[in-house]
């Protein structure tokens, strides 16, 4: 008995340190930006990305189709809208994989939930769950 409450403290303690290993958030897809299907929110900051230059990311900067949410264009641009998985994945996990690969000192996360969830940020300009609609 003592044997089994001390494992049950042990758990306690590490969940209240540590948080629950089952994730209570749960990504809602909405329609942000007005897309055509319901997308999941994601979760994205500036300053986590500040060694990075605007331009690989704000390729619309380069061809001055002038300064636009991402989403603005590519949710609403039929040519590109089939590709947004594959498109945002390639950048962003892309980079999140590589620079885990090279055993970076910023050691980006992969893992679904990192980028898709609700956001506690929401209303803040920087997450992209700032316009549900
Ligand atoms: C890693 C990719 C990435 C980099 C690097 C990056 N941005 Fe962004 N930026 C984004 C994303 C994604 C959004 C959209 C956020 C949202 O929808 O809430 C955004 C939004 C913005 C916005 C608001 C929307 C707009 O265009 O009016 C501005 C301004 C902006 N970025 C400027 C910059 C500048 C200046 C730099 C370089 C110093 C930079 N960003 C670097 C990804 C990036
Ligand atoms: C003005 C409209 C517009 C804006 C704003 C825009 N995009 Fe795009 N994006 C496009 C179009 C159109 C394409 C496909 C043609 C191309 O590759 O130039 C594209 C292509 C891409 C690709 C694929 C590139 C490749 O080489 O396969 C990525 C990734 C991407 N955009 C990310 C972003 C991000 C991140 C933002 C915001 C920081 C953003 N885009 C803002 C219109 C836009
Ligand atoms: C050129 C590389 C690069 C690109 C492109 C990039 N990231 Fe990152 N990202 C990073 C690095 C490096 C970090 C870690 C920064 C740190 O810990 O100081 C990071 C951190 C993050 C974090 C913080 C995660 C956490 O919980 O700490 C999120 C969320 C994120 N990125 C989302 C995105 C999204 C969404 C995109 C695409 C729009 C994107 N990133 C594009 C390199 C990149
Ligand atoms: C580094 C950030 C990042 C990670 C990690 C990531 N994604 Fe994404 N994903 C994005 C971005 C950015 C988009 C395009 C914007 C959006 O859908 O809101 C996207 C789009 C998607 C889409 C299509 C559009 C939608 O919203 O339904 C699906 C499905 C998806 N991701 C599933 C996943 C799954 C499953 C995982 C884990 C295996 C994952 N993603 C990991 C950044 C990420």
Known sequence: MKVLSGIFLLVVILVIIFGSPFPSEKPLRARYYNSPEPILPMSFEHQDHVKTNCLVCHHNYLDDTGIDMCMNC????????????????DLCRGCHAEKAAEDADDNPPRECIA???????????????SQPS
């Open 74 to 89: 590519h949710v609403t641009n039929q040519e590109v809208w089939p590709l947004l998985e594959d498109q945002f994945h």
């Open 115 to 129: 980028c898709h969830r609700e956001s506690e940020n929401q209303g803040e300009v920087g997450a992209f769950s």
